[in-house]
């Protein structure tokens, strides 16, 4: 085979690069193999392989359905369409234009109830925070309210002239708080 220039007519020949960088020895070895199928010609009764489906299918207008060429199930489909009366094609056209659009509304509100449910996730779980921190906080206040009200029994039985022992037994404060709140009130002898 011999590669010929359209305008000129002169024959392909590879550049020095070509040559020297790529490696190769002749246009052959750089441009793709060309094949030509005369599909005319084509009338085999056992089809073999891939490119002879191809063959069937480009002749008879015919796809087998065991066929297993790549490319072919969806050339089928769309031949399927071609085979259709305006009418039906008009028909069916409508449909697929109809569940494209329906496909896009129910994602677009499947997308919008997921932003939703997010939101509302969100503001429940703030709400449940919220309850939780306000109940942490009672109990607490509700724990500083009793230990105020052991340091206020404990000043009074200091001030009555009890034990130090007393005050801790009675309490339930521990030896140091008492001694820390005696200091802290300014009692001596502690």
Do not use: C
């Not at 052959?28 to 094949?35: A, G, H, I, L, Q």
């Not at 939101?119 to 109940?135: D, H, M, P, Q, S």
């Amino acid at each position: 085979m011999e590669l010929r220039g359209v305008h000129d007519g002169d024959t392909l020949k590879l550049t020095d690069h070509e040559r020297d960088e790529l490696k190769v020895l002749s246009p052959e070895d750089v441009f793709p193999e060309y094949f030509v199928i005369r599909v005319n010609q084509f009338d085999k009764p056992v089809i073999d392989n891939y490119l002879e489906e191809w063959m069937d299918y480009l002749k008879y207008e015919r796809i087998s359905p065991e066929t297993t060429a790549p490319g072919l199930q969806e050339a089928r489909e769309r031949l399927d369409v071609l085979m259709m009366s305006d009418v039906e094609r008009r028909s069916y056209e409508h449909y697929i234009d109809t569940l494209v659009r329906d496909t896009d509304v129910l994602q677009t509100q499947l997308l919008e109830a997921r932003i939703e449910g997010h939101k509302k996730g969100r503001a429940e779980r703030r709400a449940e925070g919220r309850a939780e921190g306000r109940a942490e906080g009672r109990a607490e206040g509700r724990e500083e309210g009793r230990k105020e009200e052991r340091a206020s029994v404990a000043m009074k039985m200091k001030e009555l002239g009890l034990s130090i022992d007393v005050i801790v037994n009675t309490t339930g404060l521990s030896l140091d708080e008492v001694e820390a709140l005696l200091r802290a009130k300014g009692v001596s002898g502690v």
